[in-house]
């Protein structure tokens, strides 16, 4: 039967060489850094209960993240940046009640997320700005002085 499996070898710890057999696992290990793993861990590890998903985008001067923060009150948001690193932490509580007959069902959900993410360079704190609605927090940052690029103007004769 072994030999109607033309990919099937003798030596299962076989790996085939290709010049992409280590650019897949490369891949998977970014992103497992970047975005955590499949059991709701954060990138920092932490079990924290659930986590949230985030876009970053990046202009000349800033940087603008909007993280999906749905059932969570704008006031238990935590927004902080050190160095270049913006963290996002945040607390979910929801509860619904229903009747049925004469059995009432109360079902909670408690949870906290925290993500680190990091920038790449620096950001002015001092000026960024958060905006919280429908469910996503849109955090803006601008870069700081130093690191913005700076337009230098040739002179001609």
């Not at 790996?15 to 490369?26: I, K, N, S, Y």
């Not at 990091?118 to 870069?143: S, Y």
């Amino acid at each position: 039967m072994r030999n109607l499996i033309p990919w099937r070898s003798q030596n299962l710890n076989v790996v085939p060489v290709t010049p992409f057999a280590g650019l897949d696992r490369d891949f998977d290990r970014m992103l497992q850094r970047f975005f955590g793993d499949a059991w709701g861990r954060g990138p920092t590890g932490s079990s924290e209960g659930w986590t949230t998903r985030i876009d970053v985008s990046e202009t000349e001067d800033a940087f603008v993240v909007s993280a999906e923060v749905p059932g969570v009150d704008p006031e238990k948001l935590e927004i902080s940046v050190q160095g270049d690193v913006l963290t996002l932490s945040g607390e979910k509580h929801a509860e619904e009640t229903r009747e049925e007959g004469q059995a009432t069902y109360t079902e909670r959900m408690y949870g906290t997320f925290r993500r680190d993410i990091p920038l790449g360079c620096e950001v002015d704190a001092a000026k960024a700005e958060a905006e919280h609605k429908h469910g996503v927090v849109t955090i803006r940052l601008p870069k700081a002085a130093t690191v913005r690029p700076q337009r230098i103007e040739v002179k001609g004769r």
